[in-house]
């Protein structure tokens, strides 16, 4: 399985955005940032309580957020909104993420 913030630096394109993906830098940061996201809403959908937070100074590593999840009793509402988020930004960058296909059965 491919590392999922290069997987989608890979397929990011977007018309109304371009500006997100014109430029190298910038494009690798947004595909990193969103991965982390991304990430975030589909343990959100799966029923856990997710922050993400920065656990090492950005002087030492631009990557450096950390992932806390709690199972909890998400509401089914806060569920879909969660999916759908992910949906809006797959859809607007043409991303096709391995995690959504192994956690989403459709």
């Not at 940032?33 to 997710?50: C, E, P």
């Not at 992932?67 to 809006?88: C, H, M, Y």
């Amino acid at each position: 399985m491919p590392c999922c913030q290069h997987e989608l630096n890979g397929q990011m394109k977007s018309d109304r955005l371009s500006i997100l993906t014109r430029y190298g830098i910038v494009k690798e940061r947004a595909a990193a940032l969103m991965t982390d996201a991304i990430r975030g809403n589909l343990l959100r959908y799966k029923g856990y309580s997710t922050q993400l937070l920065e656990f090492v100074d950005m002087s030492h590593t631009p990557k450096n957020i950390l992932i806390r999840a709690v199972k909890t009793n998400i509401p089914e509402s806060g569920k879909k909104k969660a999916l759908d988020e992910v949906r809006a930004v797959m859809d607007e960058f043409g991303f096709k993420p391995t995690l959504y296909n192994l956690l989403i059965k459709e």
